[in-house]
C-alpha cells in the first residue's frame, strides 16, 4: 500500500465540527459483528455534546442515578460485607504497585521503591500524642 493512502485512512473528518484529523482523536466503539470502528464526532465535539446534555437534563439524570442506588443499596452492601477481605487484599496490592511506580519516577532505587512502613500500633499513636500534647503546652 503507498504512503499517501496510508496516511488519508490515519485521518477522519468530524461530522458535527467539519474538521479533518487523526483517527486517535475519536473515541471507538464496537460494531454488532464485533468490529471497532471510530465514532463520527471527534473527542471535543463528543465531549461538549455530552456535557452539554448533562446540563439539560441534569435533574433527571441525578433522580435515575439516586433510585439506582436506593434499588442496589441492599445487595452493595452485602456484597462489599461478604467480599471485604478480597476487596482490601486487592487495594493493598494495587496500592503497592502504585506506589513502587511513583518511588521508581521520582527517583527511589529499586529495592527501596514500593516499601510501605509499618502503620503504628494504637499505643505508639496515643504516645506521640500525648507527647505532641505536652509539646504544645511547654510552648504556651
Known sequence: MPK??????????????????PRSQFYTQKTSVGSIVARSRCKECYRAVT?????????EL????????????????????AHREERLKYQREWYRKRKALL??????????AGKVRPKRSSAAKRRR??????GRRARS
Open 4 to 21: 499517501k493512502e496510508r496516511r488519508t485512512q490515519d485521518l477522519k473528518t468530524c461530522n458535527m465540527c467539519g474538521r479533518t484529523l
Open 51 to 59: 456535557k452539554q446534555y448533562y446540563e439539560d437534563n441534569r435533574e
Open 62 to 81: 441525578l433522580e435515575r442515578q439516586r433510585k439506582q442506588y436506593k434499588k442496589r443499596r441492599a445487595y452493595l452492601l452485602n456484597y462489599y460485607r
Open 103 to 112: 518511588d521508581l519516577a521520582a527517583g527511589k532505587s529499586p529495592a527501596e
Open 129 to 134: 500524642a500525648a507527647r505532641l500534647r505536652r
